[in-house]
């Protein structure tokens, strides 16, 4: 039976199923164990599980993530949580130079079970350094897989999937959807679960497709639901895997509408709409009827917390592409 939750505390239920169900996963941070982590993920874990396995590091993210390529290597599946985008940075040599890399250094004897989670975006009126959008770098890195759930259903499946997956997996949470509620099954089984690798129709529609992935999501269903309101018939599809990604679904959506908008908060220069903007060209030429089109954060670092929401691609912006794409 379903039970309405926020995304926040279905990650927390998901955490805590793969800790019941494998004895060799743990959780590592900083502030994930008495505190339950600055959003409170990881919220009585340690009391339940102790010390052993839900472990309070120092802050050091190399060292935080160094040490789960030792754990992973020795058989254990570690979930390093990254308390905010901003703070991956200095991880990110180990992710890209060993997390990405041992099992085709190794010629596939040895495997990277490990899962890096990294609350991301912005809207949180926070300071700098912790409304960061850094998907792309990690999307771009062959040996990763990446990941980013939209609502509480997916995150409770996705996180539990990632964990069970014996590749590496960077797993991007929209902090700013933490505290949005959804239907969660609870008791529903893994095996039964949409496959973590796979985008989902979130909205059927004819006329335009819409491709969003984490906090984005949300925004485009919004769209999509004003400009019904037009005559217009959006469908928005949440792309959920961003590394590798799922182009079936994208292009039958695309080919179908004739029309595409992109939309994330990170900037659009050598952003992933770029490139699924040239993927669908190459692939959908002849169907398409505009060029796709991409709503994106600026080429700027993050703003400062009081202009954020000049930044942050928003419903107006969304509709001024659509209306773009129309007038084609």
């Known amino acids: 039976m379903a039970e309405k939750i926020t995304l926040g505390k279905a990650l927390n239920h998901g955490l805590r199923r793969a800790l019941e169900n494998d004895p060799k996963v743990v959780i590592m941070g900083e502030d994930v164990g008495k505190l339950g982590g600055v959003f409170r993920i990881t919220d009585g874990l340690q009391k339940d599980f102790g010390e052993d396995r839900v472990i309070d590091t120092p802050l050091a993210e190399a060292g935080i993530?160094?040490?789960?390529?030792?754990?992973?290597?020795?058989?254990?599946r570690p979930v390093c949580e990254i308390q905010f985008d901003g703070f991956v940075f200095p991880a990110y040599n180990q992710i890209v130079a060993q997390v990405a890399k041992m099992f085709y250094r190794s010629k596939g004897k040895v495997r990277v079970p490990m899962v890096i989670r990294i609350p991301f975006g912005g809207g949180i009126g926070a300071v700098e350094h912790h409304s960061e959008s850094p998907e792309a770098y990690f999307a771009h890195t062959p040996g990763l897989k990446v990941v980013t759930c939209s609502n509480p259903a997916d995150a409770y499946t996705m996180i539990q999937q990632a964990i069970a997956s014996d590749d590496p997996v960077v797993f991007f949470e929209p902090k700013r959807r933490y505290w949005?509620?959804?239907?969660?099954?609870?008791?529903?089984?893994?095996?039964?679960?949409?496959?973590?690798?796979?985008?989902?129709?979130?909205?059927?529609?004819?006329?335009?497709?819409?491709?969003?992935?984490?906090?984005?999501?949300?925004?485009a269903l919004d769209a999509a639901a004003a400009a019904a309101e037009d005559g217009r018939n959006l469908e928005v599809v949440d792309l959920r895997t961003l590394s590798p990604m799922d182009y079936p679904v994208i292009f039958e959506s695309v080919k179908r509408t004739g029309r595409a908008v992109v939309v994330h908060e990170a900037p659009g220069n050598l952003g992933l709409g770029a490139e699924l903007a040239a993927r669908i060209t190459e692939e959908c030429f002849y169907s398409l009827e505009a060029p796709v089109l991409r709503v994106t954060g600026y080429d700027i670092p993050y703003p400062a917390?009081?202009?954020?929401?000049?930044?942050?691609?928003?419903?107006?912006?969304?509709?001024?592409?659509?209306?773009?794409?129309?007038?084609?």
């Open 65 to 76: 993530v160094g040490t789960a390529v030792g754990l992973a290597i020795r058989g254990y």
């Open 180 to 219: 949005e509620k959804g239907d969660v099954d609870l008791d529903a089984p893994l095996s039964g679960a949409y496959p973590l690798h796979a985008a989902r129709v979130a909205r059927p529609g004819t006329d335009a497709t819409l491709l969003a992935y984490g906090p984005m999501v949300r925004v």
């Open 305 to 328: 917390a009081r202009v954020e929401e000049d930044y942050l691609p928003d419903l107006d912006r969304l509709l001024d592409a659509v209306d773009r794409s129309f007038g084609w």
